[in-house]
């Protein structure tokens, strides 16, 4: 009997990530991520599964990203009774994500039947006691430990280097011998404080993302020398440093590079501000799972009894009587808050105080959507708007593309050059936009992989031992 797969989701598209594998009509779903988009198709793709929870056996969560894990809580809704498998620092990861979604949604829906009644607004798709009650069905299982489904699957996690927790699912049917793997999103080599992607064992089948598979990103080992750079010109002309960063990864990611330049010396001691509940959330998260952490960590920090999330003169602020008071001080500082498109959150107050002044510099370290505000900063816009007022952008921006936790296509091929070709029959392509699963496509194929397809959405695919 051959495994087959069905991805429900984020073939072709890169939200919404549903992969489900059946065996002896047994079906394993690996990840329900939230679908984003237009609001009305948002609304009732998330909230419309495209199967029934109740036939499903089992359920993997890869990471704890939004489009992998935000639509866990729809499972049970929908009637699901099973487990929910992750590594540890998934789950937790994937607790914090969920609630602060429906918190979202939440509000949300209160703001716009408040503002605009005679409009539809959307009520949220699920609230905090279900998001709650989902991380009620996780099972945790660390790295390389093999265990049973109910589905009669085997499963084992293999660390991607994504981000904390994150895992390449290895599936295999012990019956024919068959092997699969779903990469959920591969990190790239060399990448801070995580270990890189991890070696697979020979497997028959990949599912590989494709998220960057037309993309190849700046080296990451610049990453820390270039933030230096950026803080000391700034500091030398009296300015502030701000960074709108995601609360889960970079900020820590941020932290920690600046906790190795003030170890080094290679910046002056200065006030740095993690400004957001959820980033020092996350920070806790970050503290706890040291099994997730790469050997330098624990050589620099770790055998020495220090924190590598804590340094002088660093605070993480979550009253907001403290965040204002960030603002009434005048000496050069760095301040790291969220969201990192800016386009809600305490970040908004300090660009609106520090924009209009050519000392400070807006570091960007992330991918700003279009029609953000942060998309208006990273394109130089001569004037900004916040909160509804124009600004004129004075401040420097200075953008650094060496932060990404996705691999670009080199890294994607290197990675599945790594497999045993005696064994890999054939990697289908996900969770990429068409231009980027076209390049990968390419790429794997003239790297010597016999065939690579792009997945469609819907299309059962045999997976033949
Ligand atoms: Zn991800």
Redesign the pocket.
Known sequence: MAISFVSHGAALEVTGSKHMFTVDGRQTLVDCGMFQGRREETDRRNRELPFDPKQISDTILS?G?FD?CGNLPSLLKGGYEGNIYSTPATRDIANLIMLDSAHIMSKDYEWLSRKEPGKKAYPPIYSARDAVETVGHFITVNYRRRFPLASGLQCEFYDAG??LGSSVVVLEDPKSGCRVAFTG?LGRPGMPILRDPEALPPIDYLICDSTYGNRLHDPIEDAQRQLGEVIRETVDKGGRVIIPSFAVGRTQELVYFLHLLRDADAIPELPVYVDSPMAVNATGIFKLHQECYEEKVHQAFLDHHKNPFGFEKLHYVTDVSQSKQINERKEPCIIISSSGMCEAGRILHHLKNNVGDSRNTILVVGYMAANTLGRAIADRRPEVSIFGNKFPLRARVKILNTFSAHADYRDLAAYVGGLDPNRLKEVFLVHGEEDAVANLAQVLKAAGVRKATPVEPGKEYELRP
């Open positions: 990471h990203h992998h994504h981000i999103d």
